[in-house]
């Protein structure tokens, strides 16, 4: 049997790899068409590969992907993160769990599963094509034919790992075969704020924040960290992954609601202020920050509301009070524009998962050809979720049934 992989990134490796331990007796080639292999494995987590997250059980595993999570609920029965941190740490690379969950080599360094992958694709014999593109799939009756550099290639099985594409047109290629390409938006990235004061405040970090988008339903939850562009942080990438094609269609133009305590209940932070007068009526407004916020972004909240920091909480008027209230709740930023996270670049796009088997990645309209990793409409909020994607539909394809 001989088997075609295209795109040498993390799902194409993976997929590889299986296929060689699935079939023994299967030659087995990867084509990529850049003159790198694993370039965002490289960069992956900061450049320490955040290759899974260990967040337990499935259902709440599923939960972290905007798009293919009830699909991938399935799939991770077949092989979930349990399954990849046992793998890697079969072949000799121990990981380490944050206490946010996200998984890492112990070394820190994602050049530790790079060459995890070479090692294995060098004892099982996978050959490894770079700077070759493939041109054109033709299906035949039996097999697939490739065009790679002007070269005509026959194969009984080829499985499509090339990545998210930033643009349609990178796609076009696999929908002129018949297959539903959902267009593609970026996701995952911070918010800029070019008319927001609040960037005087960068590296400022919020532990417990909810974030939501005015006018939608869409809200996260999260640390926010403030930067001189605007805003990042976990809550900001996961609201940018959920919101993905609601922000492109606002052109990244809109505005957001930050509750820079995360409590929804007006009455209780009023009855919590109300409790600071009550016992330091004396003390200045500046020397007690309620609900522990740090004292720039306390000082920042009481310039807004024209509160200064030397007046006595004693003299706190109801409507001042009020006025305190619904800063802390509810205070609200626009948002101009969008700034990729760190070089990570995620799409929400890509192959209708209408259109493939989930229990074996063949594509359903044509037969031998598989998709794997983020060619497909999936897509997770930061913290591995997206590798964890690619080595599990890599797993499935592999299996070639």
Request: charged content about 20%.
């Amino acid at each position: 049997m001989k088997v075609a992989v295209i795109g040498g990134g993390a799902a194409g490796f993976f997929a590889a790899i299986n296929v060689r331990e699935n079939f023994p007796k299967a030659s087995v080639v990867i084509y990529e068409k850049s003159d790198k292999v694993l370039a965002k494995v490289k960069i992956s987590g900061g450049g320490r590969c955040n290759f899974t997250n260990a967040i337990a059980p499935i259902n709440e595993f599923a939960k972290a992907y905007p798009r293919g999570g009830m699909k991938l609920r399935k799939a991770f029965g077949l092989f979930a993160n349990v399954d990849i941190m046992q793998w890697f740490a079969k072949r000799g690379v121990p990981y380490v769990v944050q206490e946010d969950n996200s998984v890492f080599p112990v070394s820190q360094d994602s050049q530790t599963i790079i060459n995890c992958f070479l090692q294995e694709t060098k004892r099982l014999n996978v050959d490894i094509k770079t700077e070759s593109k493939v041109e054109a799939i033709i299906p035949n009756l039996n097999s697939i034919s490739l065009i790679v550099d002007n070269e005509h290639k026959i194969y009984d099985k080829v499985i499509v790992t090339t990545g998210g594409s930033p643009k349609r047109k990178g796609l076009e290629w696999l929908e002129k075969l018949g297959h539903t390409i959902i267009n593609p938006v970026p996701s995952l990235f911070t918010f800029n704020m070019p008319t927001e004061s609040i960037v005087k405040l960068m590296g400022i970090v919020v532990d417990n924040t909810l974030v939501s988008i005015r006018g939608s339903k869409l809200q996260t939850r999260g640390a926010l960290l403030i930067t001189h562009w605007g805003m990042s942080g976990p809550v900001i990438l996961k609201l940018s992954a959920f919101g993905a094609r609601a922000l492109n269609e606002k052109d990244y133009n809109f505005e957001i609601q930050v509750n820079w305590i995360d409590e929804k209940n007006n009455d209780l932070v009023f009855d919590y202020l109300s409790g600071i007068i009550k016992e330091n009526p004396k003390k200045k407004l500046g020397n007690i920050r309620p609900f522990g916020l740090q004292t720039r972004l306390w000082y920042y909240i009481l310039e807004k509301v024209k509160l200064s920091s030397e007046k006595v909480w004693s003299e706190l008027g109801r409507k001042q009070q009020n006025k305190l209230v619904a800063i802390l709740t509810n205070d609200t930023y626009k948002v101009q524009g969008k700034t990729t996270f760190k070089e990570e670049f995620v799409t929400s796009g890509g192959i209708s998962l209408t259109d493939i088997d989930f229990k074996t990645m063949q594509s359903k309209i044509v037969p031998n050809l598989y998709f794997a990793g983020e060619v497909l409409d999936i897509d997770g909020i930061t913290g591995g979720f997206n590798l964890q994607a690619a080595w599990t539909t890599g797993f499935i394809a592999a299996k070639l049934l």
